[in-house]
């Protein structure tokens, strides 16, 4: 596993980018009409504005550094993380698809004009001293005026402050044992001294659009990945705040990065490397903030024997894939999924993502003006940047609902949807996710909508895991629904980037085992990216009777990216479902539900899984297909059965459900009540469809009563997970909050995993 690495200042040296500027001659002239001069001449003879001066050095140093990513891009694999010191930081945000080469070049030459301008200050490296020490021995001498500027590694630290407090701090680290050597700075930089110009540089940056990273990098502001928006904040304090280059070296090196390549001129970081393997800082204090604390960035579970001298048992932040959390943006590879009619509620959504997790909200059946209003409630509490995910469902008899879904989605400016029960790929869904997409400054193509695709059959898998057919493509653009430089990145992407492969569950299912379905989707998805030619892999997660540690662990194992509950989550205090409905859910064992057919795809036979334990909705649900399995048309139906259905499934005759149901239809779906009234048949179905529609509503109303006809989606992981919280604090589902079901599910998977691991480490070291 590799890292890309960029110097600072500092690397710099007369002679650097040697033949960079002839292989990009374009690049290399676009630098010069930016700043005013010869970046070729400046870096190769000396010229001036010279070498020495902070406004010029970190202009042509990032150029250089570009550069030089730009010629290795061609010949070596993208590397899974990136990093850079101070201005090098620059570079690794480049070469994640932030900004592009000519903004990189405004950004540096800016923030070097602003720290140029700083005085009155400078700098000292201390070696030979432990940084927690040397704080230490900072505060006994009363030299609280100076800053650690640069946490280098465990025995190089950059002090920053007034001259006479950096003079005095020689005799203090000497009587330390350790030695201290000036820098030569024209001000005290990555310290308090330069509060005026982050500020300034802040004010600057807000103009800019800043993307988040295509490729996890680390801030040197925290030590940790880049989060959802974090640009703009993260660099400005990078201008005041230290950089924290031993903490980001050694989280790389705990979750398994073995190998880094620094990408510019000189060896300083490279030699860093070598110094920090030997020894890696602790883990972080509590000086940072809980949303800035490193997070794991690899998956460990492939190679997890447990090294020697490793610190820490295996983490959760370390299971599933360190690209898909970097993406979403999140602590745990773990989403809560969406259900239906906003079970999966704006307080659900809105409580993952301030815990640092991501939950999809449960758009289907709900109308777009409901749909409008949760969106906007959680963009009110979250903010504009807020990470959170909509469920786009199949409608294959009512294509124009999913086409006002999209409309929405798009005038909202939604980036992920879970795109569930689809079984082909659908112009509205394309829309969606190529919306805005893009080639960025390599020619490589970029999405930046994200479809989660649930699958469970490999059919199905196969399409999303395609590009778009470029007829489709081809439609699109001349409807004006896509640009054409939007159709042709599509032309080299996935439907979808992410598919979910969904076992057995509650809701739609087609009750697949996990064991069988995904190796089988592991091996199409080799097969799909070499035969597309994919740059970045297809990311496979695993859904359906994840309820347990051990059911995670057991996902992780098979090879997912990812995992997504539902069932759990329906069950907690922020779904939004009544308390009768949680109150059955929390008394459920793993054999208490049932297979119902589909209210929304009752024609089709399609299946849901539901609770069966205190309700009859299954077996009427079962009775009602096979009667329109049996007859053609509600006339002939004898009279005890109708007698049945009017006084126990529907309260009311059936001559007065089909005139709700018709008034219903009146207006957006007139070509489906035209065909009920056409078609005896169709009538029929959609008569006994309401019973769907109808036990649904009683269930999330909690009407008393009517308990044997709730509806009620659940998988077996709901019993699974009572079993585990018996006894617990978490037993009574008032205390299961969503955030607290996601920590007990991944903590304990990596403990699991941890317990069955260590032994093994322990028998190979035998």
Same mark, same amino acid.
């Given at each position: 596993?590799?890292?890309?690495?960029?110097?600072?200042?500092?690397?710099?040296? &007369?002679?650097?980018?040697?033949?960079?500027?002839?292989?990009?001659?374009?690049?290399?002239?676009?630098?010069?009409?930016?700043? +005013?001069?010869?970046?070729?001449?400046?870096?190769?003879?000396?010229?001036?504005?010279?070498?020495?001066?902070?406004?010029?050095?970190?202009?042509?140093?990032?150029? !250089?550094?570009?550069?030089?990513?730009?010629?290795?891009? %061609?010949?070596?694999?993208?590397?899974?993380?990136?990093?850079?010191?101070?201005?090098?930081?620059?570079?690794?945000?480049?070469?994640?698809?932030?900004?592009?080469?000519?903004?990189?070049?405004?950004?540096?030459? &800016?923030?070097?004009?602003?720290?140029?301008?700083?005085?009155? %200050?400078?700098?000292?490296?201390?070696?030979? !001293?432990?940084?927690?020490?040397?704080?230490?021995?900072?505060?006994?001498?009363?030299?609280?005026?100076?800053?650690?500027?640069?946490?280098?590694?465990?025995?190089?630290?950059?002090?920053?402050?007034?001259?006479?407090?950096?003079?005095?701090?020689?005799?203090?680290?000497?009587?330390?044992?350790?030695?201290? *050597?000036?820098?030569?700075?024209?001000?005290?930089?990555?310290?308090?001294?330069?509060?005026?110009?982050?500020?300034?540089?802040?004010?600057?940056?807000?103009?800019?659009?800043?993307?988040?990273? %295509?490729?996890?990098?680390?801030?040197?502001?925290?030590?940790?990945? /880049?989060?959802?928006?974090?640009?703009?904040?993260?660099?400005?304090?990078?201008?005041?705040?230290?950089?924290?280059?031993?903490?980001?070296?050694?989280?790389?090196?705990?979750?398994?990065?073995?190998?880094?390549?620094?990408?510019?001129?000189?060896?300083?970081?490279?030699?860093?490397?070598?110094?920090?393997?030997?020894?890696?800082?602790?883990?972080?204090?509590?000086?940072?903030?809980?949303?800035?604390?490193?997070?794991?960035?690899?998956?460990?579970?492939?190679?997890?024997?447990?090294?020697?001298?490793?610190?820490?048992?295996?983490?959760?932040?370390?299971?599933?894939?360190?690209?898909?959390?970097?993406?979403?943006?999140?602590?745990?590879?773990?989403?809560?999924?969406?259900?239906?009619?906003?079970?999966?509620?704006?307080?659900?959504?809105?409580?993952?993502?301030?815990?640092?997790?991501?939950?999809?909200?449960?758009?289907?059946?709900?109308?777009?003006?409901?749909?409008?209003?949760?969106?906007?409630?959680?963009?009110?509490?979250? +903010?504009?940047?807020?990470?959170?995910?909509?469920?786009?469902?199949?409608?294959?008899?009512?294509?124009?609902?999913?086409?006002?879904?999209?409309?929405?989605?798009?005038?909202?400016?939604?980036?992920?949807?879970?795109?569930?029960?689809?079984?082909? *790929?659908?112009?509205?869904?394309?829309?969606?996710?190529?919306?805005?997409?893009?080639?960025?400054?390599?020619?490589?193509?970029?999405?930046?909508?994200? !479809?989660?695709? &649930?699958?469970?059959?490999?059919?199905?898998?196969?399409?999303?895991?395609?590009?778009?057919?470029?007829?489709?493509?081809?439609?699109?653009?001349?409807?004006?629904?896509?640009?054409?430089?939007?159709?042709?990145?599509?032309?080299?992407?996935?439907?979808?980037?992410?598919?979910?492969?969904?076992?057995?569950?509650?809701?739609?299912?087609?009750?697949?085992?996990?064991?069988?379905?995904?190796?089988?989707?592991?091996?199409?998805?080799?097969?799909?990216?070499?035969?597309?030619?994919?740059?970045?892999?297809?990311?496979?997660?695993?859904?359906?009777?994840?309820?347990?540690?051990?059911?995670?662990?057991?996902?992780?194992?098979? %090879?997912?990216?990812?995992?997504?509950?539902?069932?759990?989550? #329906?069950?907690?205090?922020?779904?939004?479902?009544?308390?009768? *409905?949680?109150?059955?859910?929390?008394?459920?064992?793993?054999?208490?539900?049932?297979?119902?057919?589909?209210?929304?795809?009752?024609?089709?036979?399609?299946?849901?899984?539901?609770?069966?334990? +205190?309700?009859?909705?299954?077996?009427?649900?079962?009775?009602?297909?096979?009667?329109?399995?049996?007859?053609?048309?509600?006339?002939?139906?004898?009279?005890?059965?109708?007698?049945?259905?009017?006084?126990?499934?529907?309260?009311?005759?059936?001559?007065?459900?089909?005139?709700?149901?018709?008034?219903?239809?009146?207006?957006?779906?007139?070509?489906?009540?035209?065909?009920?009234?056409?078609?005896?048949?169709?009538?029929?179905?959609?008569?006994?469809?309401?019973?769907?529609?109808?036990?649904?509503?009683?269930?999330?109303? +909690? !009407?008393?009563?009517?308990?044997?006809? /709730? #509806?009620?989606?659940?998988?077996?992981?709901?019993?699974?997970?009572?079993?585990?919280?018996?006894?617990?604090?978490?037993?009574?589902?008032?205390?299961?909050? *969503?955030?607290?079901?996601?920590?007990?599910?991944?903590?304990?998977?990596?403990?699991?995993?941890?317990?069955?691991?260590?032994?093994?480490? #322990?028998?190979?070291?035998?």
């Amino acid at each position: 596993m590799s890292a890309w690495l960029f110097p600072g200042q500092g690397a710099q040296r &007369k002679g650097m980018g040697g033949e960079l500027f002839e292989r990009f001659p374009r690049l290399t002239a676009q630098a010069d009409a930016i700043l +005013g001069y010869s970046l070729r001449a400046q870096c190769l003879d000396g010229a001036e504005p010279g070498l020495s001066d902070t406004r010029y050095v970190q202009p042509a140093l990032f150029v !250089v550094n570009a550069l030089s990513q730009l010629a290795l891009a %061609g010949d070596r694999a993208r590397p899974r993380f990136l990093a850079g010191h101070s201005l090098g930081e620059y570079n690794a945000l480049f070469a994640a698809g932030c900004f592009d080469f000519e903004t990189g070049v405004r950004l540096v030459a &800016k923030r070097g004009e602003l720290m140029g301008q700083a005085a009155g %200050g400078g700098m000292t490296a201390v070696l030979g !001293v432990d940084p927690a020490k040397l704080e230490r021995l900072l505060l006994e001498a009363g030299l609280d005026d100076l800053d650690l500027a640069n946490r280098n590694s465990a025995e190089q630290v950059v002090l920053s402050g007034p001259l006479e407090s950096l003079r005095q701090v020689r005799a203090v680290v000497s009587g330390s044992g350790g030695r201290c *050597v000036p820098l030569r700075v024209s001000a005290p930089f990555h310290s308090r001294y330069m509060a005026a110009a982050a500020a300034e540089f802040g004010e600057f940056l807000r103009g800019i659009p800043l993307a988040d990273p %295509g490729v996890p990098v680390i801030a040197n502001a925290t030590g940790a990945l /880049y989060p959802p928006g974090g640009v703009t904040e993260l660099l400005t304090r990078q201008i005041r705040e230290p950089v924290r280059w031993w903490e980001s070296m050694s989280l790389l090196i705990e979750h398994g990065v073995d190998d880094v390549l620094e990408v510019g001129p000189g060896r300083v970081l490279s030699d860093l490397w070598t110094a920090i393997r030997r020894q890696p800082s602790p883990r972080p204090t509590s000086s940072l903030s809980p949303s800035e604390e490193p997070r794991a960035l690899d998956p460990v579970l492939a190679t997890a024997p447990v090294r020697p001298g490793r610190r820490n048992a295996l983490q959760p932040e370390s299971l599933g894939s360190a690209a898909f959390r970097a993406e979403y943006g999140i602590r745990y590879a773990y989403l809560a999924g969406a259900m239906y009619r906003g079970i999966a509620s704006v307080p659900l959504v809105v409580r993952m993502a301030r815990a640092g997790l991501m939950g999809f909200f449960g758009a289907g059946g709900l109308s777009a003006d409901e749909v409008d209003g949760a969106i906007q409630a959680i963009r009110a509490e979250l +903010g504009p940047d807020g990470r959170f995910g909509m469920n786009l469902l199949a409608s294959p008899d009512n294509p124009a609902a999913e086409r006002r879904s999209v409309d929405l989605y798009l005038r909202h400016d939604i980036r992920f949807v879970e795109a569930a029960s689809y079984t082909a *790929v659908t112009p509205d869904l394309v829309r969606f996710r190529f919306s805005g997409a893009h080639r960025d400054f390599q020619g490589a193509p970029r999405a930046t909508r994200h !479809v989660l695709a &649930k699958v469970s059959r490999p059919e199905v898998a196969a399409a999303f895991m395609s590009p778009p057919p470029d007829a489709m493509l081809r439609r699109l653009v001349a409807d004006g629904l896509l640009s054409a430089a939007e159709a042709d990145a599509a032309r080299q992407l996935p439907v979808a980037g992410d598919l979910c492969v969904e076992a057995d569950s509650g809701g739609h299912t087609d009750a697949g085992n996990p064991y069988a379905l995904m190796p089988g989707m592991l091996r199409l998805r080799e097969d799909m990216a070499a035969a597309h030619g994919y740059r970045e892999p297809l990311r496979l997660g695993a859904a359906g009777g994840i309820g347990s540690a051990q059911a995670a662990a057991a996902a992780f194992v098979l %090879g997912a990216d990812f995992v997504l509950t539902g069932s759990v989550n #329906q069950c907690s205090p922020e779904a939004g479902t009544s308390d009768a *409905v949680k109150d059955m859910l929390a008394d459920l064992d793993v054999q208490d539900t049932a297979y119902a057919p589909a209210g929304d795809m009752f024609e089709l036979g399609a299946r849901v899984q539901v609770v069966r334990k +205190g309700t009859l909705f299954a077996a009427r649900a079962n009775k009602l297909y096979q009667l329109y399995r049996q007859v053609e048309s509600l006339d002939q139906l004898d009279a005890a059965t109708r007698e049945t259905l009017e006084q126990r499934f529907f309260r009311q005759s059936l001559e007065q459900v089909w005139e709700q149901a018709r008034d219903r239809l009146r207006g957006q779906r007139g070509e489906e009540l035209a065909r009920a009234e056409r078609e005896p048949r169709a009538k029929m179905a959609l008569v006994f469809r309401s019973y769907f529609a109808r036990s649904t509503m009683l269930a999330m109303a +909690g !009407v008393a009563g009517e308990k044997v006809n /709730y #509806q009620v989606h659940c998988g077996p992981a709901q019993g699974a997970f009572n079993r585990v919280v018996a006894g617990s604090e978490l037993e009574p589902w008032s205390s299961r909050h *969503v955030d607290a079901i996601a920590e007990l599910i991944m903590t304990g998977a990596a403990a699991h995993l941890d317990g069955l691991l260590r032994p093994s480490a #322990q028998r190979a070291g035998e």
